[in-house]
């Protein structure tokens, strides 16, 4: 999905610096098409209740009323600095909720303050901080003036992106690196004025797709865990290929467990019984409900099928879970004072599962191949725990 939240601005990237041409007139003034794009992308975050979304809506389009305004005058050399500046700040920086004071004061800076730079002392301030002032010399400017500003755009392109590859970044990091690449292309086009509608377009599609990832992802995948939740699970059973085979598992005395330790302790064993399902081979995961989590195999081998669970079993049963000393500070001050004092020990626990399986019968709807899973668990439970039953 973060290909396809960047593909806009790929292909306008191609098309609008190369081969501007190639762009087909709109039928609607620069305004009404960046007003219009830029609402249908405000309203899809407010009424999916995505706030910090709505900060985004509120860069884009102060950028492009400031840009807009500012193409023939010589504050149009101070926007690229802010649109590194605010775009970086919104990226990396915590960003307060919109329902918050300080969310909608961020949010009215954003709207407003390239606005601000048309103001000639201030735009003059900021411009002096144009790459093409401290990278280049004033012939090489002359000769090359958009030399140096095509290098620094470039330069933060690549070091934005590097950064984002190595964090393994989700679509809307992504969306919001093509937001900013774009406007900052913007001055690099023929006809900027004309680009001005694409560019917004192209900005405002990119996020919008990284929007619907994001929502998706809240519909179907399990927050704590990170695996697919049961409405994703649901779907899958409905195309159950005519060889599989499905198994129910969950934690052994989760809720002894969970009293004994407390929640936080508890959402560490669903954290770490998700990562291994999740690294397992072979098998897909979903997380049912609580402490309960789903296997679909696409194969019915029982034998093949007894060997991945008990591997699943043992992999979770040897896994020395750390729980944290109750007595250890929660806050670091604290722990630096005693630190040498005394040395904290973190109580090693062991968790075990249970788990029931079975093969896909003719005609098996999805909630009766469930509940016969269901019914080999309770099996398992019954037989002691910490064990497979497959029939």
């Known amino acids: 999905m973060a290909l396809l939240a960047v593909l806009p601005a790929l292909v306008w990237l191609f098309v609008g610096c190369l081969f501007p041409h190639w762009l087909p007139a709109l039928p609607f003034s620069t305004a009404q098409v960046v007003s219009g794009a830029i609402g249908v992308f ?4 407010l009424f999916f209740r995505q706030w910090r979304w709505t900060h985004w809506a509120a860069w884009l389009a102060g950028n492009a009323g400031a840009f807009y305004l500012a193409e023939h005058s010589d504050a149009v050399n101070a926007l690229p600095i802010w649109w590194v500046l605010s775009s970086l700040l919104l990226s990396f920086a915590p960003i307060p909720s919109l329902r918050t004071w300080a969310g909608k004061g961020l949010f009215i ?4 303050l390239p606005l601000g730079l048309l103001w000639p002392p201030l735009g003059a301030a900021i411009a002096a901080l144009n790459p093409s002032h401290w990278l280049m ?3 090489l400017r002359d000769d090359y003036p958009q030399l140096a500003y095509g290098l620094f755009v470039l330069a933060i392109a690549a070091i934005w992106a590097t950064f984002l590859m190595y964090q393994v970044s989700a679509a809307y990091r992504w969306a919001q690196w093509a937001a900013w690449l774009v406007m900052m292309a913007l001055l690099l086009t023929g006809s900027a004025s004309d680009a001005l509608s694409w560019t917004v377009i192209v900005a405002a599609t990119g996020l919008i797709v990284a929007l619907a990832d994001q929502l998706l992802r809240l519909a179907y995948i399990d927050e704590l865990t990170g695996l697919p939740q049961r409405r994703a699970l649901m779907s899958q059973l409905q195309h159950l290929k005519r060889r599989s085979a499905v198994c129910m598992l969950d934690v052994d005395h989760f809720k002894k467990f969970n009293d ?6 508890g959402d560490q064993v669903l954290r770490l019984l998700g990562r291994i399902l999740a690294e397992q081979k072979g098998l897909k995961a979903y997380r049912y409900g609580g402490e309960e989590f789903t296997l679909v195999f696409a194969h019915n081998d029982q034998a093949r099928l007894k060997t991945q669970l ?5 992999a979770v049963a040897s896994y020395p879970l ?3 000393d109750a007595s250890r500070p929660k806050r670091g001050n604290e722990g630096k004072q005693q630190r040498g004092q005394r040395k904290v020990q973190n109580k090693h626990v062991k968790v075990t599962i249970s788990l029931g399986a079975t093969v896909r019968a003719k005609n098996d709807t999805a909630e009766a191949i469930l ?3 269901d019914e080999n668990l309770y099996s398992a439970k019954k037989a002691g725990r910490n064990r497979v039953v497959l029939r």
């Not at 405000?42 to 975050?45: A, D, G, W």
């Not at 004994?260 to 302790?265: A, L, N, P, R, S």
């Not at 008990?310 to 043992?314: A, D, G, L, Q, T």
């Open 137 to 139: 010399t004033a012939a």
């Open 109 to 112: 800076l954003l709207l407003g």
């Open 260 to 265: 004994k330790y407390g929640h936080d302790v």
């Open 310 to 314: 008990e591997e699943v079993r043992k």
């Open 322 to 324: 750390s729980i944290r």
């Open 42 to 45: 405000l309203l899809l975050t």
């Open 371 to 373: 509940k016969r899973a």
